[in-house]
C-alpha cells in the first residue's frame, strides 16, 4: 500500500472537474504547450502524482475532432507524451485518462475486450488520436510509474453536457445496442482504490455489463413520465462511424475492485441525477 497521494490534475474539464472535487486535489489551469509548461506546473505544486485529463473530445461529439485536426492530435497525442516526460524526469506517476472507443467489435463472436487486445478502429480520428497516446506511453510501462485507465461513454448522476444521460434527453432518439458504460462515482471510488494500492499499467474502468440506452430511458420516464424518446437506427443519427463494444473488467476486479453491473447503478444515478 503506498501512503496518501499528493495529486495535481491537469484538464479542467468534465473529467478534471469531478476527480479534483471528489479526490480533494489541485487542478492547474495552465495551458500545457511545451516540456517547460508542464515541469513548471509540477515544480510549483510538487504533486507524486499527476493525472492527465486534457483531451479533446469535440464541442458538441467526436464527430468535431475530424473537423480540428491539430487541435484533437495536439491534446489527445502530444500533450499526453509531454506529461510522461515531465512525470518522468520528475520522479512522479501518471495517471492518463485514455478511451475504450479505439476497437473493432464483433457481438457475435469475440468475448469483452481485454487490456492485451490491440487497438484496431482507425476508422475516427478521434479514436485513431488516443490510440497514438496510448502506444506511446505503453513504451515505458516497464520503467516508468504510469497508469493508463480507459474510460468509456460516461454517465453521471449529475447533469453536465458530456454526460451521456444529457446527450440522450437533449436528442431523444436512442440506439439499441448493448455498450460498456463507466458510470463517474464508481470510475472515482475506482481510480480512488487504484491509487492506494499504487496500480501501475493499462486497466479498462468501465463497469460491468452493458448498457442499452432504451433501458436507461425507461428508468428516467419513472421521475419524468412526460419525457418522449424514439428508437432509430445507428445510421439515422450519426453520419461518421462510432464504436460500439464490450469491455471486459476482469483484470479491474482481479485487483480487488468491486465491480458492480452497470444495469444496478440505474435506479441510484437518475434518482440523483432529477434532484439538480
Ligand atoms: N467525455 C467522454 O465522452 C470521454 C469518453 C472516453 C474518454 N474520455 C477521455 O477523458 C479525458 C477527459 O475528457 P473530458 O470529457 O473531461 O473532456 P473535456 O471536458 O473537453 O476536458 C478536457 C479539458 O482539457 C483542456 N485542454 C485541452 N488542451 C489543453 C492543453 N494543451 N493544456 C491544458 N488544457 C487543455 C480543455 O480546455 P479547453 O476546452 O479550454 O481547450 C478542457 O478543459 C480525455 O482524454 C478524453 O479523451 C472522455
Do not use: W
Request: net charge neutral; charged share 25%; with cysteine.
Amino acid at each position: 500500500m503506498k501512503k496518501k497521494s499528493k495529486l495535481l490534475v491537469f484538464g479542467k474539464g468534465f473529467m478534471g472537474q469531478r476527480i479534483s472535487a471528489e479526490l480533494d486535489c489541485a487542478l492547474s489551469d495552465r495551458r500545457i504547450l511545451t516540456l517547460n509548461d508542464a515541469i513548471e506546473e509540477i515544480a510549483e505544486y510538487k504533486p507524486d502524482t499527476i493525472v492527465n485529463c486534457i483531451g479533446y473530445t469535440g464541442k458538441n461529439s467526436v464527430d468535431d475532432c475530424e473537423l480540428d485536426m491539430d487541435k484533437t492530435l495536439y491534446a489527445n497525442s502530444f500533450v499526453p507524451v509531454i506529461l510522461a516526460e515531465a512525470a518522468l524526469r520528475s520522479k512522479i506517476k501518471l495517471v492518463h485518462i485514455s478511451s475504450g472507443c479505439i476497437y473493432h467489435y464483433d457481438y457475435a463472436r469475440q468475448p469483452p475486450i481485454t487490456e492485451n487486445d490491440i487497438p484496431d478502429f482507425f476508422d475516427l480520428y478521434y479514436s485513431r488520436s488516443k490510440i497514438y497516446s496510448e502506444r506511446a506511453l505503453e513504451v515505458l510501462f516497464k520503467g516508468c510509474d504510469i497508469l493508463m485507465l480507459r474510460i468509456r461513454i460516461p454517465l453521471d448522476n449529475r447533469p453536465h453536457p458530456k454526460n451521456i444521460l444529457n446527450k440522450l434527453i437533449k436528442y431523444a432518439k436512442v440506439i439499441d445496442i448493448p455498450n460498456s458504460v463507466t458510470y463517474v462515482p464508481d470510475f472515482l471510488a475506482a481510480l480512488k482504490y487504484l491509487l492506494q494500492i499504487d496500480a501501475k499499467g493499462l486497466y479498462n474502468l468501465t463497469n460491468k455489463g452493458a448498457l442499452r440506452y432504451p433501458h436507461l430511458m425507461e428508468i428516467y420516464k419513472r421521475y419524468r413520465p412526460d419525457f418522449q424518446y424514439e428508437l432509430v437506427q445507428i445510421n439515422q443519427v450519426l453520419q461518421t462511424p462510432r464504436t460500439n463494444l464490450i469491455m471486459s473488467t476482469q483484470k479491474l476486479e482481479e485487483a480487488g475492485f468491486a465491480v458492480r453491473d452497470i444495469n444496478e447503478v440505474l435506479e441510484e444515478c437518475v434518482k440523483e441525477y432529477v434532484k439538480y
